[in-house]
């Protein structure tokens, strides 16, 4: 009987949760890339690794040279359906500035939903409603519905807070609940 009440609350929880990263030593950046302002002439420079304790370390520097001013990271993975979620957690471990986390329900989308957060230099779990992912493109909200919270295939991290500055978010996982 214990084993079954067992077995019947740890399928409770595994319905209940999503892990889409949870980096560890022997992760793999295949599917992550790193996209800068160089796109349109800008001058910003990224990039993202393993550090020794297992994190991703997405680090760089933004320039406004050129007419530049962001970096950005991005995982692009088979497309999930997320409708049974409401929230996604992200841990991670910032520098005292402002994020943005995106996502897109299909890779062919040109615009993004965002969420902008704010880091602290300890480790932090930032929670963002699915609902609350508002449209936007090129820096500007667009005039659609928040994100429907139906299917995932991109989700990523954007700096430009519109200075030059030096940046390094350490992620540890992203899960959805």
Known sequence: MFILNYITIMAAVICTSLTIIDFNKNSSLVGWRVVNDVVMGGRSNSSISIDIDGNAVF???V???N???FSSLRHRFEKI???KFKIIKI??????KKYQF???PSMFNQYSYINIFETTSEWQTIEIKLADLTPTFRGRKLDMPNFSGTELEELGFLIGNKKNEEFQLIIDSIILE
Not at 91 to 96: H, I, T, V
């Open 102 to 104: 995106r996502v897109k």
């Open 63 to 65: 320039s406004l040279e």
């Open 91 to 96: 841990r991670l471990k910032g520098d005292g």
């Open 59 to 61: 680090k760089g520097e």
């Open 67 to 69: 007419n530049g001013g």
């Open 81 to 83: 359906n997320v409708s």
